[in-house]
């Protein structure tokens, strides 16, 4: 029998028989710059996201039991979820990615919001570095960190596809400001969990599909870190409450230019027996400012009816029939039901 022969090979005499002649790269090589973010993404954040197990039973007694997932963002246990996922919750369990469980409880909830603020009697737990999502770009990498239908640390990726969207909550009037929308893969079960920059850091809490390649994320900006805030100091976000239905609108050109801004709020309807109302707030009436302050846009209302504004005196600064008016009125404490 003669030696095996290597064709178009003029060294093939020199190898041993069966020596490997694959020049592809090693697997280490074959990491396009996409690939290695997201590897290490996932790798940093993995220990920090955890499946939630959730019993309980609704309003009317019916048991309901649900998931979702968590982010941990401190070392002594504290971590945030979707409201959604602990509406009902009366046991909530969270599973590790290395396969411990703990039990959890619920610090507090904030429907309007739709966060929810859990702890772990776990210690020295690995903390996700919370970013700023009013840095993020259109069209910039996102890795989604979550537990789909119970398996715990999938991670999809994808790229941020908008900005700015609003989020209608559930049985409320009220929106969610600046939702960010991705098309990294959501699924059922991704709720609460981790929304990811390129460096590592959490920008987003996942809380909806709204669609084959549309994900949501509640965004980690200022407003947020107050929410936290107060889920940890009080267990609940207080909000004061005025008591009007409305809509951004342009200002006719000639009340723009005189107030120096583009937009307003138009009453659609004020609510009886609300401190709009109190106030002598109408349908029609143009909402340009609260306490000094310029009203664009009903986010910019909500934004400004925090907790220190319940039971103090407001300055509402309107336009009727044209003309300029300021009314005083006392805000009340939202209530859920009634947002």
């Not at 993020?136 to 398996?151: D, E, K, T």
Request: proline residues 5%; aromatic residues 2%.
């Amino acid at each position: 029998m003669g030696q095996p022969v290597w064709i178009d090979d003029a060294s093939a005499h020199d190898r041993p028989l069966g020596m490997s002649t694959d020049a592809r790269p090693s697997d280490a090589e074959a990491l396009d710059a996409y690939s290695r973010v997201v590897t290490e993404v996932a790798q940093q954040l993995a220990p920090s996201v955890v499946n939630l197990r959730v019993r309980g039973h609704t309003a009317r007694g019916r048991p309901v039991e649900g998931g979702g997932s968590g982010v941990i963002v401190t070392s002594d246990g504290f971590m945030l979820t979707s409201a959604h996922v602990v509406e009902h919750a009366a046991r909530v369990r969270a599973t590790f990615v290395d396969g411990t469980k703990l039990s959890v409880a619920v610090v507090g909830s904030d429907p309007l919001s739709d966060l929810a603020l859990l702890r772990t009697d776990g210690s020295g737990l690995s903390s996700a570095q919370l970013g700023d999502a009013e840095r993020l770009r259109v069209g910039q990498l996102v890795v989604a960190i979550g537990s789909p239908y119970g398996f715990a640390g999938s991670v999809t990726a994808g790229v941020v596809s908008a900005l700015g969207r609003s989020l209608p909550v559930r049985s409320t009037g009220r929106v969610i400001d600046n939702v960010i929308q991705t098309d990294a893969a959501l699924n059922p079960g991704n709720s609460g969990g981790a929304l990811v920059d390129g460096r590592g850091c959490v920008v987003g809490v996942n809380t909806a599909v709204a669609g084959i390649g549309l994900g949501l994320a509640v965004p980690i900006n200022d407003a947020t870190r107050r929410i936290v805030s107060a889920l940890m100091r009080d267990g609940r976000v207080r909000r004061a409450y005025v008591g009007i239905a409305g809509g951004s609108r342009p200002l006719p050109p000639r009340l723009a230019s005189r107030l120096g801004r583009a937009g307003c709020i138009e009453v659609v309807e004020v609510a009886e027996g609300s401190p709009a109302a109190g106030a002598g707030v109408r349908p029609e009436d143009l909402i340009v400012s609260i306490d000094g302050t310029p009203i664009e846009t009903v986010s910019d209302l909500q934004r400004l009816l925090v907790a220190e504004l319940i039971d103090q005196p407001v300055a509402l600064g309107i336009v009727r029939a044209g003309e300029e008016r300021t009314l005083e009125l006392r805000p009340v404490e939202l209530q859920a039901d009634a947002a």
